[in-house]
């Protein structure tokens, strides 16, 4: 120490010891002063840098920024001042960290002395305090980019976001809340809060602030909540509102300053359609109620399902007692529509049906099983179709169910109760027609019993009366049958060889007399040649015919009735018109009878006059029907109608046309054959004939036995089909025809039958019935009878028939059935 | 006291070599050219300057001081706006970043830039003179010492008022204008003393 003391000054220890660099030059730049920090820092020690010339040991100080001003400096004793700078310091010198930097230098110059002979720099080492400006600059420049993003954010963000003061005073309002209330920031910054609410949230909101900032109790801070909103406007909003506090540090004040910010969501378009969702709920809802329909939604793939409380309810369920999972309900399912109801599930799953429905039991909470009816839809597929989730509804349909059953019982019975009505009608035209036959077949008798003309007149007139109307009620008996078998829907019609023309000749005839009882004439007229034959069934169109015929007979008292056929050809069809001058109808009856309603005439007091079931034409539209179209009706009151039926006439290749002078020359000979002389006629066309009569009736037996017998045939009779048989099978000549009614006591004659042809008897069968109906001679054919006669019997018929019978063998009638 | 058009015509030829010198300096610091302009010299006192400073539309809120002393006594003062007083500091330093009252750096540069062109303006005067004036370092002040300034001058010099010469003062930097103010206060003997130094035949 005593020898640094020696050798060194005491300023000299003093600048040594200063923090700075200290180098003393003369005016020629040469080192006189070299303190110990300059030493360290340059590693130069004070005893070498001394002597030696600074520009020489630091040749950049020779550029203008320094030489110069230092000169000027030793000129005018002004001090000079070199602001730190990294790329040229004043005397360059590294740094001892790690960072390879030269040390920043703050350096001034000032001129020593009076002579102005010395200069002396300082420098002072200010590179940690300029590190820590860079880094402070850094962190600033961090902060504005946080800052600017943070403002791009609250500028760009989606939701309102305004700040407040703790006194309500806007502070910050972004271009969302610009949007949201329909002000402009600058209109609303520095202004209460409140503008931006309605009554009466506006006058509570003061005190809410105050009331927070004294006791910090919290209404809406730290959670969001649903508020109204007040737009410039006026109108008001529903907005989302959540509140922060924040606690900003204001520039240049120590003190904290409050701030709330509050984020807000426009929720009107939330609102509209959880509203809408709201009505639309409600509506199914109400929809549901009013239907009493229970709503099931079905998550597939969980088995979680949402039973609506309508359900639930309606099964008698608890709502908590039910476990909203599928297999509650499949658990309550009736055992016996379990795989139905599987069945229609899996069906609907597999996109084979777009509904689901189904009618099922479920069973009640009491235990009684109850009919719903479920109807449903899968209404969420996944990519592969697979169901996922499926939504339906049920509703109770047991009332519904049990009114079904009972219809269908009603139906049951009614069916039933028609069915013996038809059996009824069926046995009674049986019952009715027996005796007939008995009636008119005697009638006939005494008609050719004897000779006429000697009876005395009253006699003639009552069996006359008789006949007449007898053959009346016969009618009435058809057509209550023919009605049966209409609405029964079993009326059929056959397609056969038909004559027309000779349909009309025999309509003709047969009610000629009736005419001509009234003074009117009947006419045939044919405005086209018509066919020869037609497809058709024969029975049937004179049916109509003489029905049309009858009726215009009836209902006509001076005139005509015209019969007036054409062939349409483009239609292929037969038009027969019936044209009379009667009465005619108006247009209110003519509408009436067009309906064609069964026992309906023009009107009620028609009837009386005129007489008729009021079936005929009822029958004849639905034949006419059958055969072709049905009746077409033109009437003029006063004037007359003209009913028009138009006949299918089937292929029509091959078959001989008629002219109408054709048809007439063939009517003229028919009429003269029938007006040969009686001689011709064979009167005993079954001589030598045996033939055996089954039928239980003994006034029956009596009538068929005479008018056989008087055709020359010798008749044995069998009370029963059992009689029958045994008369049969132990005869010693064989009978030509066996005649069988069909109902009989004991045996009857199905049943005979039978058991003849299984005993391989071959003989020809007629059976006798008076069934008339379609049915029953098929019922006939299938016992094994051969033909078939419908009594009451027409004698002349019945004498053919027979005769036909009696001279062929079973080899002909098998070709002859065939 | 009142100068008239000649004195002051005198004043701002003194002024303008000495801004003349600071312009090349800092044209050769910089490397690029600097052109610095007194156009006009307004003398006032102290208790004139805010009015004046009103008038001209001047900032005095960044400050760079230096003292002198001498044959003549008193203070050199360049003022800036802050925003321009910066913009100078950042175009002479190359400096990219942007503002700061508190950056060091700034404030360094501005002490040499505030070195040179006092330490100009006031070789001037003192080559007039022909005297040596002892001079202080050049330091930053704020707008908030300048009334101190202004009254310190005032204190110093006992019972005599203080005359302000005043300069409103344009730099042309990189093609940048940047106005600010050059101020010497002195005392009014001061005044006359550089009067006659300047103008010896008229009548002081």
Known sequence: ???????????????????????????????????????????????????????????????????????????????????????????????????????????????????????????????????????????????????????????????????????????????????????????????????????????EHDGYLAHYGQSGEKNIIGQGREVIGKRKDGATIPVHLSVSEVHSQTNGSASSSRLFTGILRDLTQEKKAQQAVQQSEKRLAYALEATNEGLWDW?????????????????????????????????????????????????????????????????????????????????????????????????????????????????EHAEVANQAKSEFLANMSHEIRTPMTAILGYTELLFEGGDLSNAPPHRLKAINAIRNNANHLLTIINDILDMSKIEAGKMSVERVETHPAQIIEEVV??????????????????????????LSDPTRLRQILMNLVGNAIKFTEIGSITIRSSLTTDENRLRFAVVDTGIGMTPQQRDSIARFEAFNQADGSTTRKFGGSGLGLRISNTLAQMLGSGIEVESQEGVGSTFIVNIDVGDLAGVKMLTPAEIESRAKQAAAKLNQPKADVNNKPLEGRRILLAEDGPDNQRLISFLLKKAGAEVEVAENGRIAVEKINSADTPYHVILMDMQMPELDGYDATRQLRRENYTGPIIALTAHAMAEDRQKCLDAGCDDYATKPLDRPKLIAVVEKYCSMDRSEIECCAS | MKLNEIQLDALTEIINIGTGQAANSLSELTGSRIELSVPCLHVCGNSDLGDLAEKFGLDFSTLIQQSFEGDVSGQALLAFAKDSAFDLARTVGGIETDDDELDEELHGILEEIGNIVLNSVMGSVANLLECNLAYTLPKIRSEKSFGK???????????????????????????????????????TGDIRVLLSALLPDSVV
């Open chain 1, 1 to 203: 120490m005593n020898k640094v003391l020696d050798t060194k000054s005491l300023t000299e220890q003093q600048i040594d010891l200063l923090p700075l660099g200290i180098c003393v030059i003369d005016s020629d730049f040469n080192i006189v002063c070299w303190n110990k920090a300059l030493a360290q820092w340059t590693e130069i020690i004070s005893e070498e840098a001394i002597g030696l010339n600074l520009l020489a040991l630091y040749p950049h100080l020779e550029s203008p920024r320094f030489l110069s001003r230092i000169n000027n400096a030793f000129k005018s004793c002004q001090p000079v001042i070199f602001s730190p700078s990294s790329t040229r310091p004043f005397i360059p010198i590294s740094l001892d960290d790690e960072s390879g930097e030269s040390m920043l230098q703050k350096a001034t110059l000032v001129i020593l002395g009076e002579q102005k002979k010395y200069a002396q720099i300082s420098l002072l080492d200010v590179t940690e305090q300029y590190r820590q400006i860079q880094a402070l600059r850094a962190e600033k420049e961090k902060h504005r980019a946080s800052q600017s993003r943070t403002l791009a954010i609250l500028k760009t963000a989606a939701d309102a976001i305004v700040t407040i003061t703790s006194e309500g005073a806007i502070e910050s309002f972004n271009s969302a809340a610009e949007q949201l209330f329909g002000y402009s920031a600058s209109e609303v910054l520095g202004k209460n809060v409140k503008l931006l609410m309605p009554s009466p949230f506006a006058e």
């Open chain 1, 299 to 411: 998550d597939i793939t969980t088995g979680q399902v949402f039973f609506s409380p309508i359900w639930i309810t309606s099964l008698g369920y608890e709502i908590e007692s039910v476990t909203p999972h599928i297999s509650f309900r499949e658990a309550i399912v009736h055992p016996d529509d379990q795989s139905k109801v599987q069945g229609l599930i899996q069906e609907h799953f597999e996109g084979r049906t777009t509904h689901y429905e189904c009618e099922y039991r479920l069973r009640t909470k009491s235990g009684e099983y109850r009919w719903y009816l479920a109807r449903g839809k899968v209404v969420v597929r996944d990519d592969q179709g697979k169901p996922l989730r499926m939504v339906g509804t049920d509703v109770d349909i047991t009332d519904k169910k049990l009114g079904e059953n009972k219809l269908k019982q009603a139906i």
């Open chain 1, 509 to 534: 005839s047969l009610l000629k007399s009736q005419a001509d009882g009234k003074g009117i004439t009947i006419q045939v007229e044919y405005d086209t040649p018509i066919p020869e034959q037609i």
């Open chain 2, 149 to 187: 300034i202004i009254g310190n001058c005032a204190n110093n010099t006992s019972q005599s008022e203080t005359m302000i010469l005043f300069a409103d003062t344009a730099v042309n930097i990189a093609s940048r204008d940047i106005r600010g103010s050059l101020l010497l206060l002195f005392e």
